[in-house]
């Protein structure tokens, strides 16, 4: 039977400021990249998330960013592959902790924004996250996009990884993500986002913005907690899923 990863960002609300609706869309997925405290979220919200996750058997993951709170961790900054890798293994460590207290464990790590799309093109970020991951537990899986630098700096040095596509998102020819400055970046039409999915899970593939093909492999889907309709979409993404024999889960929990 096919299986697949249904992740979301979450974590995101911080001081008196509150994004998304976690409580909920935590019933429905399997993975969740929790925030660290640089690009969104604080201490008190990655532990709330942390308990709300492990209450619903959801798989933990650091979600490290840029520090850039005004920009959500969606501007590239310029840093050293040292200040990168730095941190990394910073933000996991925060997370760490906090599952720690709350008698559970980081499981995967996710890069944020800005630092995941720079990371998938540029092999020496790529290589300073795979680098702090693998430092910080080399039982640790990777996300990284599909195909990507991530993926390859991951498996080089030896993490698990699990390669991602987007649901709401569209690709360019190359494999990567349409940016988010471009009008036609978000897929709003959620039919048409499903069918997409199914498409990548059953063939492998997906239509670039050019209307050409390109080879997909997903072991996880991601959406995106901070969308006004994340949770009905990962509602029906699910239903969707189950419906066509697809099993939603950590794939990686059997191995």
């Known amino acids: 039977m096919l299986s697949v990863d249904l992740n979301c960002d ?19 997925i399997t993975s969740a ?6 690009h969104a979220g604080d201490h008190n919200v990655m532990l709330e998330t942390v308990k709300i996750a492990k209450a619903h058997d959801v798989g933990i993951g650091a979600h490290p960013g840029f520090p850039d709170l005004h920009g959500f961790g969606r501007r590239e900054m310029k840093m050293s592959a040292k200040e990168i890798y730095n941190l990394t293994i910073y933000q996991i460590g925060a ?9 559970t464990k980081v499981v995967h790590v996710k890069p944020h924004g ?3 799309n720079m990371a998938a093109n540029d092999k020496s970020i790529a290589d300073a996250v795979a680098s702090a991951v693998a430092d910080a537990d080399p039982s640790l899986i990777l996300f990284g996009l599909a195909g990507s630098s991530l ?9 698990q990884v699990a390669e991602e596509v987007f649901a709401d998102r569209t ?3 190359d494999g990567s993500l349409t940016p988010r400055t471009q009008s036609n970046a978000m897929i709003h039409d959620a039919d048409l986002a499903i069918s997409r999915v199914i498409r990548m899970i059953r063939e492998g593939k997906v239509e670039s913005v050019d209307g050409t093909d390109i080879e997909m492999k997903a072991d996880t889907i991601c959406i995106h907690g901070d969308e006004p309709q994340s949770l009905h ?9 189950m419906a066509e024999g697809i099993k939603v889960g950590r794939g990686w929990d059997a191995k």
């Open 10 to 28: 979450l974590g995101e609300s911080y001081g008196i400021f509150k994004i998304g609706n976690d409580r909920e869309v935590l019933k429905h």
């Open 33 to 38: 990249n929790i925030a660290c405290g640089y």
């Open 95 to 103: 997370l760490s902790a906090i599952a720690k207290a709350c008698s």
């Open 114 to 116: 800005a630092l995941y």
């Open 151 to 159: 993926v390859k700096a991951g498996n080089e040095r030896g993490l």
């Open 171 to 173: 690709y360019q020819p």
């Open 233 to 241: 979409f990962a509602v029906k993404l699910k239903a969707a899923l």
